[in-house]
T-cell receptor, first 110, second 115 residues
């Protein structure tokens, strides 16, 4: 079955690193995604990782995947106030359906 | 390049009315997806259209329907609107499926509310 879980809230100081964690259950997932949602807006695709990779880096973003434990994380280096948002991880299930976690609200304090 | 565009931004209906939401995909994308983001329920997959055909459907009642037009734009119809249908409806598009990993890119959504 498909189930994606995330912690609800993360508070971080500006300039520090943020780490958002996610667990998923569908071992057949081929791609895993991170999206960002700011207030009143839709979802912005941040990055994604193929299931046969362990790590992917994209500027300030680092994605780590532990396929054995079905654990995905997103690290944001040098977190800025503009990074305050809700972050969703998602797995691609059969039928091109994205299954999302409940979202992690990140609050960046100056 | 224009992203996914949705209209209207907001829609207010009374119980039992019909609502039509529209979506234009990114130029060159052939697949359109609809998701519901309801308070307390999170993001849930509704429908997937590709090349004018419905390819997959989520666990929603039949009053939710849609279609995709020859220009790849799409409509989502909500018939006999119910209180629990109040939500943000997000449309996404992706490229052709013959190429592996076509990420879904989202619009800003239509907020459907009950009067």
């Amino acid at each position: 079955g498909e189930d994606v879980e995330q912690s609800l809230f993360l508070s971080v100081r500006e300039g520090d690193s943020s780490v958002i964690n996610c667990t998923y259950t569908d071992s057949s997932s081929t791609y895993l995604y991170w999206y960002k949602q700011e207030p009143g807006a839709g979802l912005q695709l941040l990055t994604y990782i193929f299931s046969n990779m362990d790590m992917k880096q994209d500027q300030r973003l680092t994605v780590l995947l532990n396929k054995k434990d079905k654990h995905l994380s997103l690290r944001i280096a040098d977190t800025q106030t503009g990074d305050s948002a809700i972050y969703f991880c998602a797995e691609m299930a059969a039928g091109n359906k994205l299954t999302f976690g409940g979202g992690t609200r990140v609050l960046v304090k100056p | 390049e224009a992203g996914v565009t949705q209209s209207p931004t907001h829609l207010i209906k009374t119980r039992g009315q019909q609502a039509t939401l529209r979506c234009s995909p990114i130029s060159g994308h052939t697949s359109v997806y609809w998701y519901q983001q309801a308070l307390g329920l999170g993001l849930q997959f509704l429908l997937w259209y590709d090349e004018g055909e419905e390819r997959n459907r989520g666990n929603f009642p039949p009053r939710f329907s849609g279609r995709q037009f020859p220009n790849y734009s799409s409509e989502l119809n909500v018939n006999a609107f119910e209180l629990e249908d109040s939500a943000l409806y997000l449309c996404a598009s992706s490229g052709t499926l013959v190429v592996n990993n076509q990420p879904q890119h989202f619009g800003d959504g239509t907020r459907l509310s009950i009067l």
